[in-house]
């Protein structure tokens, strides 16, 4: 069986107008299926770009990436929003909802990109909200929901297409500790279903819940550590 | 995403911002509105002239007496030429472009009825010259042939001149004096109303006699023949005029000896003609070009509101390419929204141009307008065509300002979603 992810001298620079901003600076990387790993470092590291190349936001400016058994170089847009549909799901730090929509129909929205029925959206997003414990708020907008319902309905969003890798951006980022555990006691959860999850936090205390826990610095990979369970 | 979600969507942009989208909605309604009632204003005034113009006499050609021309002949010695009714016996004989030929006589005179007195325009006419003007009788009975060949002193009234001249009391049977000479009303003519050509004064005002019974009581006195005022001339074909002046101006010239190119001589004029040098077409051109500028316009409006739109979703647009759409999802999103925006803005238009041409069209509201005024009051004509031209430029602004903001949609970096906080 084949790792869930694989880079191998990942390397990725930005045009900006005046400077050319290194920004990735040779990552190797190997996330197993089902692992649960946490990447850190403070702001400016590569964090997060590191998670658009594992998310197929965008492609390396050199290095490999294997998504399961798919090598990514040359992948275009189209192939990479496929991927991005079919194998990931992302939970983003403001979530991201859409506010005119009822959360149900949020959570539907990537299933609307694979062609997937009316019926069946509405069937499958439902069930989503269910293992988010929101089901009874499907009909509610993103204003009628607290910040941890948002975030729990978002987490729904990234479960509807039954992703084998989750990517999460600060999941905990805009909520209270309390509302972040609860949070955190979901993605364990998915994790313990079998899904690959990734989350990119500057929380120690985050970081410290994860099974493996990456530290990134100025574009390297600085420490790789794992710890029993 | 489908076409009716893109629809929707297209609504909840504009209701979020309800101030923002009238404003911007307006350039493209008034547009609509405005191509829409100018073309359907434009055709009623198309109809409305050839009525005007038509009523002195539907594909006429009216032909006066002249003098040869100076190009053929010099000025003291102009010989100055008449009609008689040889002229019209040989046109009638012999021009295949002519349906019809009748002679015609007019004087102004006094008239008289009872304690009232008028200057009127007689005309001496003939069953075929009211056939020309296509002038129905109202009450009693048209001038007949017999009444031509009798010379009989009866005379066929106005709508306007039984009213200024005969008042309540007189009607058919009653007797009037023409220039001093007993003559018995036998019948009314239907209104004709306000001419745009005319000689003299417009048919409603007219006493109509048997032509002979003109030539003879009033002679034209420079000369010792009956000679006729004017020759009016139908053609078979309204735009075979040209051919038909040229075919009866040679037919009558043969006679008169004058050259047969000869315009001053035989003078001609037709109303059809003057119709068709009135740029009516070119006049209504530039007003709906200029309502297809506002139109236009109102497409800038929309153009900078979706673009403001896609400024303001950059976090949408890079969420949705998150959770899988491809470009081309997104420029169709923008596309569809930007059609529905335009496509009820076009809808609103439609309609309040319509509904403003059905009700000046109305009747209800006509009738409250003078009968003068409402002859040359165009009634706008609501056309298939104009509906299809608004439509048809809304959709190429729809496609103008939707193009620009759905390419830059789709090219937002879908990284973006997790970088703008």
Known sequence: MSAAIALEAVHKH????????????????????????????????????????LGCLSQPSSGRVRLGDVALEGANSDALAAIRGREIGFVF???????????????????LYQR?????????????????????????????????????????????????????????????????????????????????????????????????????????????????? | MTSLEAIRQAARLLIAHPMRSMLTLFGLVWGTAAVIFLQSWGAGLQIMLQDAFDRAGKNMIQIFPGGVSEEFSPAFDRRFLFYTQEDVDNVRARAKEVERIAGEARRFMASAYGQTALNTDVRGVEPDGIAIRGVHIASGRPIRRTDVDHRRRVVVVGHDARRNLLGLQGGIGSWVRLDGNPFQVIGILERVGTQLSRDGEEIDDQLWVPLSTHLALWPNELVDEEVLSALLVRVHDRKRIAEAKLEVR???????????????????????????????????????????????IGGIGILSMMLDSVRERRAEIGMRLAVGARRRDITRQFFLETFGIVGLGGLIGVAIGSGGVLLLAAESLRSGIPEDQRDLLPVPQLSLEAIVLA???????????????????????????????
């Open chain 2, 250 to 296: 040679a037919i009558i010239a043969e006679r008169l000896r004058v050259s047969p190119t000869d315009e001053e001589a035989i003078p001609m004029f037709s109303p059809v003609e003057m119709l068709e040098n009135i740029p009516i077409d070119e006049q209504n051109g530039v007003a709906v070009l200029i309502a297809v500028t506002i139109l236009a």
């Open chain 2, 391 to 421: 439509a048809g430029v809304m959709i190429v602004v729809g496609l103008l300002a939707g193009l620009i903001p759905a390419w830059r949609a789709a090219r937002i970096d879908p990284a973006e979603t997790l970088r703008a906080d």
């Open chain 1, 116 to 229: 997937v029925p009316r019926a069946e959206r509405r069937e499958r997003a439902i069930e989503a909200l269910r293992r988010v414990q929101l089901d009874h708020r499907a009909e509610h907008r993103p204003a009628e929901a607290s910040g941890g319902e948002r975030q729990r309905a978002a987490i729904a969003r990234a479960l509807v297409n039954r992703p084998s890798l989750i990517l999460a951006d600060e999941p905990t980022g805009n909520l209270d500790t309390v509302r972040g555990q609860e949070i955190l006691g979901l993605m364990e959860e998915i994790h313990q279903a079998g899904a690959t999850l990734v989350i990119v936090t500057h929380d120690p205390g985050i970081g410290a819940q994860a099974p493996r826990c990456l530290k990134i610095q100025d574009g390297e990979l600085v420490a790789d550590d794992r710890r029993p369970r």
């Open chain 1, 14 to 53: 930005y045009e900006t107008g005046h400077a050319d901003v290194h920004a990735l600076r040779g990552i190797d990387l190997v996330i197993e299926r089902g692992e649960w790993v946490s990447i850190m470092g403070p702001s400016g590291s590569g964090k997060t770009t590191l998670l658009e190349i």
């Open chain 1, 93 to 111: 730090q403001a979530f991201n909802l859409l506010p005119r929509l009822t959360l149900e129909e949020n959570v539907a929205l990537p299933l």
